[in-house]
């Protein structure tokens, strides 16, 4: 049995809801508290095992490659200051723990495309998939990316996490139907990008987090642009679904859409209270 072993951060997208913000700042490097959301996710992947980053990048985003590296002249102005070089350790703890490696996706086709341009660097390897705007709290429970290994060690198969949403917002997600295997994972039997309320199979919405098996870039490979004129993901797990290939697994806790204004607000006072109160 193949182990999830690395972790894909699609990262090229423009963040247009966050202009002009994300004009010369990459969406995933704006701060929650006192990290940028690309530290929630690879700090979730890394806790899960999946210690083999890869980033996909487009242009003005090389602020994300520099936030994964030492940062020398930074850390020797600070040695005279203690506290504030401490401030430096959860993130070179990170760059300690893991391993980076970016590529560029050229042209923003859609995160379909996104995740084909990962192919030399994945192999031919299960891999976890983290859309860093979405920032997930769990609590107590494992991180959602350690939840969905387990998962996929068992069924063996592409997972998606998936949470219930209301009727109304189906339109913002790409939503699953499918027979429930056990409490909170269900077989995939269909997959609908983006349907309207009423078109929408149910209101298991897919997040942001994925585990997918490499059979996925051979159907990438020939996958059209599809909704929005974009490569979707959605639309070759679709064929892998059809063969009961795709898992959706409805993951325990919070996740937080920091892609939206309304959601990183919500993620900024979740965090900010939870740090008064510790
Ligand atoms: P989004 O749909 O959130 O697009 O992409 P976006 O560009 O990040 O943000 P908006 O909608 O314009 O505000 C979902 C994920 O897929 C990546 C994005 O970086 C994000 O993590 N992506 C999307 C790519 O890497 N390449 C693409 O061509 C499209």
């Known amino acids: 049995m193949s182990k999830v072993k690395k972790c894909l951060f699609p990262a090229a997208g423009y963040g247009t809801r966050f202009l002009p913000a994300t004009k010369s700042v990459p969406k995933e490097m704006l701060p929650v508290m006192d990290k940028?959301?690309?530290?929630?996710?690879?700090?979730?992947?890394?806790?899960?095992?999946?210690?083999?980053?890869?980033?996909?990048?487009?242009?003005?985003?090389?602020?994300?490659?520099?936030?994964?590296?030492?940062?020398?002249?930074?850390?020797?102005?600070?040695?005279?200051?203690?506290?504030?070089?401490?401030?430096?350790?959860?993130?070179?703890?990170?760059?300690?723990?893991?391993?980076?490696?970016?590529?560029?996706?050229?042209?923003?086709?859609?995160?379909?495309?996104?995740?084909?341009?990962?192919?030399?660097?994945?192999?031919?390897?299960?891999?976890?998939?983290?859309?860093?705007?979405?920032?997930?709290?769990?609590?107590?429970?494992?991180?959602?990316?350690?939840?969905?290994?387990?998962?996929?060690?068992?069924?063996?198969?592409?997972?998606?996490?998936?949470?219930?949403?209301?009727?109304?917002?189906?339109?913002?997600?790409?939503?699953?139907?499918?027979?429930?295997?056990?409490?909170?994972?269900?077989?995939?039997?269909?997959?609908?990008?983006?349907?309207?309320?009423?078109?929408?199979?149910t209101n298991l919405a897919i997040i942001g987090r994925y585990i997918l098996s490499p059979d996925v870039f051979e159907i990438l490979d020939r996958t059209e642009a599809g909704a929005g004129g974009e490569i979707q993901i959605t639309d070759a797990l679709k064929e892998l679904a059809k063969d009961g290939k795709v898992v959706a697994y409805k993951f325990k806790g919070e996740r937080f859409d920091c892609g939206s204004v309304d959601g990183y607000m919500d993620a900024m006072n979740h965090f900010y209270t939870k740090l008064k109160n510790s």
Do not use: W
């Open 36 to 201: 940028p959301l690309i530290h929630y996710g690879v700090e979730e992947a890394i806790d899960a095992g999946l210690d083999e980053i890869n980033i996909i990048l487009g242009r003005g985003k090389s602020a994300i490659e520099d936030y994964f590296d030492k940062n020398y002249e930074l850390e020797t102005e600070l040695q005279a200051k203690p506290k504030k070089l401490k401030l430096l350790n959860p993130i070179n703890d990170l760059i300690e723990r893991g391993t980076f490696t970016f590529r560029r996706q050229g042209a923003m086709l859609g995160l379909g495309d996104a995740i084909n341009k990962a192919q030399s660097m994945i192999g031919d390897e299960p891999f976890g998939v983290v859309l860093a705007d979405d920032v997930c709290e769990t609590g107590s429970e494992d991180g959602v990316m350690k939840q969905m290994v387990e998962v996929y060690e068992k069924y063996q198969c592409s997972v998606v996490a998936i949470m219930e949403v209301p009727n109304e917002k189906t339109e913002s997600y790409g939503v699953i139907a499918g027979t429930e295997e056990e409490s909170g994972v269900y077989r995939v039997s269909e997959m609908v990008e983006k349907p309207k309320p009423e078109d929408a199979p």
